[in-house]
């Protein structure tokens, strides 16, 4: 086994553009469920949207700007359809219509008769053009070891992190002033935030538009290292995000980022291993791509030895939940 | 009704015409009509007319199931009535959502406390306070714009929090308080908006007799202040002692209305507390045994004796009447 090379793709992870994207997915998701309370179980509808809304202007020629404000304004009118109906009725209503929405989108974009514009279950390729045209990284191979990328691949991870950083500073901003504490209020009891005179129909609303945001530039981000596939955006990118975000801790600033290293580094290294193994012929009676499919089942047993041991997640605060609230 | 009629019949200054269920008040903040609120078959509210007076302090009473909460619930806007009208302070809410209603100035703390656990006691005072910039989400991106507007609700917040003895719990969170506590905690929070008429079901019920003595010193405090309250007890010493006017509800309806001295006299009242047939009034239920609240006052001053803080009220314990205004 080669396990400098395992080592090595491993902590690459730390700072790869899919990281960085699942990240800025959790942080999204953060503001939904960990600080306002809202069950979203769609977060991975908000990432197809960034990226075809992305994706389809930049290829029919649109600048940069355009495609992100496009991107920008798909995800907030699909908040708004998500949460128009359901916003005023009870928590676990929002969480039904998001999950089914988040498939109804995904069948969507992967129909036939659309080919023309999302290219049905091919996806989209070809759309780097005008983010690599703003690139100020001279062409050329730089960094050491596994940290070791093209002029792309950098420009790609210098700006997925300063999302990161961004979106964690404005969640950080909004989390310790009034206007975070009407969200966490609605989080415990919205009949209570209303009976103060506050708007809560508005704040939800608020935070749906804010996390699915966050979602959809994280959608963004996810396909410029890649190509826009419609079979990347099942439920399991949601569940995903959701392990991301509980590993970190649901309303922190930092869980987000930290659970996502730990997720793609974990990720790396039981598939390095496994695939090692295999090759090496000390694992014989499983195929690579039933090796595959282990690590998931290992995330689904690391998510319920998190929620037993430590449901508060890595950075979250003990106390808050030795209440029974 | 005229004037001159009502200065004959009446026999209350706070009523134009003669005292009964439904009578009009000289000066009223509420006024409902033809409220109606149906739960299957069964008419839960049922109210012809209803009058608040305003600067007083109301009690509504009346045995379990009566209705009186689901009132609260409509006048409040958290539920929506069959049929009715109602005005506050001359405007119509009816069909308002409940967060336009508080703002408005029409506050209600709830039966089953509603105290936001996860948010420390500082916090959930703070929640209350209204027309706070940093509410807005642009805004609140930027501290200095709120910062001043903070610092004065902390003050006012932890003045609130002495005065309710929690100040101890400040930074606590809410999930950590006892059921008293969270009453507590939840009338100073709706205080924290400073609203003309204060709504409070139950506001006494878990708390212990020496902090139910202080808080009936606050309630009439926020009388004296201006404020308009409206509460719902099953105490009856605790409502002869502190209300203006008294409110009984059963099965749905407003079936007596009055000063509290004659409303327990009621027969109307008696009927709907101990059913048709009886020989005792209520006046019997009261008059056993000592009065616990001045029981319980008289313990608090002894284990306290530097409280003073609802002078009045202990000197005088019968009920006061509308004239007698809060030094
Ligand atoms: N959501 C509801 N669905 C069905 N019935 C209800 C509902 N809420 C209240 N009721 C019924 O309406 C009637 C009045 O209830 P309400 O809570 O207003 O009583 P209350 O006067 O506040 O009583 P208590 O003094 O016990 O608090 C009761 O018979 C109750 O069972
Ligand atoms: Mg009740």
Redesign the interface.
Known sequence: MDWGNIFGNAVGEIISPTTAAYALAAIGLGIHFGYTGLLNFGQAAFLLIGAYAFAIPTLAGAPLIVAILCAIACSVIFAFILGIPTLRLRADYLAIVTIAAAEVVRYIVTTTGLTDFTGAANGLSGFKGTFAAINPIPEGRYGFGPFSYNEYDWWVRIVGWSLVVLASL?VW??M???????V??I???E??????????YSYKM?ALILGGGLGSIAGIVFILPRAVQPANYTTGLTFFIWTIMLLGGAATIFGPIVGSMIFWVVLSLTQGVLYGAIESGALSFISTTQAGQIRFILVGVALMLLVIFRPQGIFGNK??LS?S? | MSNSESAVVSGHPLVKGEVGPGCAKVDPIVVADHVTRQFGGLKAVDVDHLEIPRGQITALIGPNGAGKTTMFNLL?G?DKPNTGTWEFDGKSLAGV????V??AGM????QLT??????SVL??M???A?G??????IA??F?PI?RKQ?EENTARADDLLARFKLDAKRED?A??LSGGQRKLL?MA??L??KPELIMLDEPMAGVNPALTQSLLGHIKNLKSDGTTVLFVEHDMHMVTHISDWVVVMAEGRVVAEGPPESVMKDPAVIDAYLGAHHDEDLGDLMEDGPNPVLEAERKAREAHPEIEESPGWAENPTPPTAEEKQA
């Not at chain 1, 310790?176 to 009407?182: D, F, L, N």
């Not at chain 2, 506050?107 to 709830?110: A, L, M």
């Open positions: 404005l901003l909004l310790r002033s009034p206007w975070g504490r009407v966490k209020g989080r415990e009891d009949d209570a935030v209303r009976s103060l005179g506050k708007n809560v608020q106390k808050e209440f609230v | 409040t958290f959502p409940a967060f336009k508080a703002r506050v209600r703390t709830f509603k105290s936001l656990g996860r948010l916090q959930n703070l929640l209350g209204t706070q910039k940093g509410e807005k989400l609140s991106l501290k709120w903070e969170y999930a950590s939840e929070r709706a924290m908006s």
